[in-house]
């Protein structure tokens, strides 16, 4: 039996060298199925807690739970072999304090196998990643419009439009990157603000609706398919229209089943098989 060598899993220190170098290619995953068709087309899987938008069926990111993130965040694990796989802290999970965070972040290190931990927050978060980062725990920042603040932002609109607001903006991506984290996602911020500050950070900023000036890309795979059709912010480019061929499909299916024509004699089970010595006769 040949043993064929797997190819390794991109790692966090490699991610961090790809800083104003190859773009670095990142999409979400939360299931095995989709996780296993993804890996090796990009560099990093986030299992991102738009799960709780995506996969079921809330209005923003909070209702989620750690035992979710952590489901999701194995099976991601359990069906690739070559991204770096990065599961988000849900909201609450985190904030409390450094210890709370190193709590659930064990947590989702030792039960899924992930490569890092991501979340959200700039300077008030910088004291939490710096324990973290001591202490052996990968962390991912995520500034701009970060969404579990969705109460306090009052919406989701984007961010870095006023001074004082790119201001704060600059302050907590600094604050992370000096803290520790490995990269960083800037989501829904002006083309100016992500293009400053990825030129201030020395580790690589990831785009959403942070313009092209970002060292790579993350979209959310449910809006790049068309399978998340309820909003679409300005940043997200519909790839595949993949709600409407899950549509298409299932109307075929119902005529077949309504029509007799599905199942055919091949998806069918022959009757009871005659006994050997029969069948010789
Ligand atoms: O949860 C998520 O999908 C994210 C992306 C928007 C980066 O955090």
Redesign the pocket.
């Known amino acids: 039996m040949s043993v064929q060598a797997r190819p390794k899993r991109l790692s966090v220190t490699q991610v961090q060298a790809r800083k104003g170098g190859d773009k670095l290619v990142c999409l979400?995953a939360y299931t095995a199925s989709v996780a296993r068709q993804l890996d090796s087309e990009v560099d990093l899987l986030?299992v991102?807690?738009?799960l709780a938008m995506t996969v079921y069926g809330f209005d923003s990111?909070l209702p989620v739970s750690l035992d979710m993130m952590i489901a999701h965040g194995a099976a991601v694990v359990r069906s690739t072999g070559h991204a770096l796989i990065t599961v988000?802290l849900p909201f609450g999970s985190y904030q409390e304090s450094p210890e709370q965070a190193f709590r659930a972040a064990a947590r989702v290190l030792a039960e899924t196998g992930c490569g890092a931990v991501?979340l959200e927050g700039g300077e008030e978060m910088a004291e939490t990643v710096l324990f973290l980062t001591r202490r052996g725990v990968p962390v991912m920042g995520?500034v701009g419009l970060t969404?579990q603040a969705v109460n306090a932002l009052g919406g989701y609109r984007s961010r870095g439009h006023g001074q004082a607001e790119r201001d704060k903006i600059m302050r907590d991506g600094i604050a992370i990157a000096e803290a520790g984290a490995f990269s960083m996602?800037i989501?829904g911020t002006a083309e100016s603000l992500a293009r400053e500050l990825t030129a201030a950070v020395a580790v690589p900023t990831i785009g959403?609706g942070g313009s092209p000036a970002c060292d790579g890309q993350?979209l959310?795979i449910d809006d790049m398919l068309g399978l998340f059709t309820e909003f679409t912010p300005k940043f997200v480019k519909r790839y595949r229209q993949l709600g409407d061929e899950i549509r298409a499909a299932a109307r075929e299916y119902a005529e077949e089943v309504r029509d007799g024509r599905f199942p055919a004699p091949e998806h069918t089970y022959a009757g009871p098989r005659r006994p050997k010595s029969a069948a010789a006769e």
């Open positions: 979400t986030l991102g807690d738009s990111t988000d991501k995520h969404p996602v989501e959403i993350i959310v």
